[in-house]
T-cell receptor, first 106, second 116 residues
């Protein structure tokens, strides 16, 4: 089976940088995905790392280290609209972590 | 604007009643998933279809839940009889096989179920 660990809550200041970590245990690994979910909304796909290293998409970046079974999501130039829950996920079908609730404060 | 459509968006029912939730996946997507989200358990996989065939429903309580895809444009999740512990948001998601293997799913807005 699969299991994922991520912090339950993170608070950061508008304009700052925040990193959300994720460690995973899985029997067969194909990659690490990240999703964003605003309160009352649907999860939306942010990024996927199939290989080690950093993937950048605008203000968001995601990193993977397969040897450490570890990844993170990096959000730069934080905006109030980034306040949401962020989920890491592995596998097919996807198994999700419990989510990290990010609060961006002024 | 392609999107996954779920109905109903909200449902309040009494314990023991049958509940049916429907999902229209994005046209052309050949994989469909049902997830349930609660504060305590997070996002849990209930069922998974590829080309309308069920591949994994191990996360679904078999005695009361059933999931089907009568055709490529419709997936259903039925609970009979419903219980208060079934109260949750139920999400349908769809994707293309190759994109699903890179973790990319498209979620509907969810059906919020409250069982009294």
């Amino acid at each position: 089976g699969q299991s994922l660990e991520q912090p339950s809550e993170v608070t950061a200041v508008e304009g700052a940088i925040v990193q959300i970590n994720c460690t995973y245990q899985t029997s067969g690994f194909y990659g690490l995905s990240w999703y964003q979910q605003h309160d009352g909304g649907a999860p939306t796909f942010l990024s996927y790392n199939g290989l080690d290293g950093l993937e950048e998409t605008g203000r968001f970046s995601s990193f993977l280290s397969r040897s450490d079974s570890y990844g993170y999501l990096l959000l730069q130039e934080l905006q109030m609209k980034d306040s949401a829950s962020y989920f890491c996920a592995v596998g097919t079908p996807l198994v999700f972590g419990k989510g990290t609730r990010l609060s961006v404060i002024a | 604007d392609a999107r996954v459509t779920q109905t109903p968006r909200h449902k309040v029912t009494e314990m023991g009643q049958e509940v049916t939730m429907r999902c229209q996946p994005i046209l052309g997507h050949n994989t469909v998933f049902w997830y349930r989200q609660t504060m305590m358990q997070g996002l849990e996989l209930l069922a998974y279809f590829r080309n309308r065939a069920p591949l994994d429903d191990s996360g679904m309580p078999k005695d009361r839940f059933s999931a089907e895809m009568p055709d490529a444009t419709l997936a259903t999740l039925k609970i009979q009889p419903s219980e208060p512990r079934d109260s949750a948001v139920y999400f349908c998601a769809s994707g293309l096989v190759l994109r699903v293997n890179t973790g990319e799913l498209f979620f509907g807005e969810g059906s919020r179920l409250t069982v009294l």
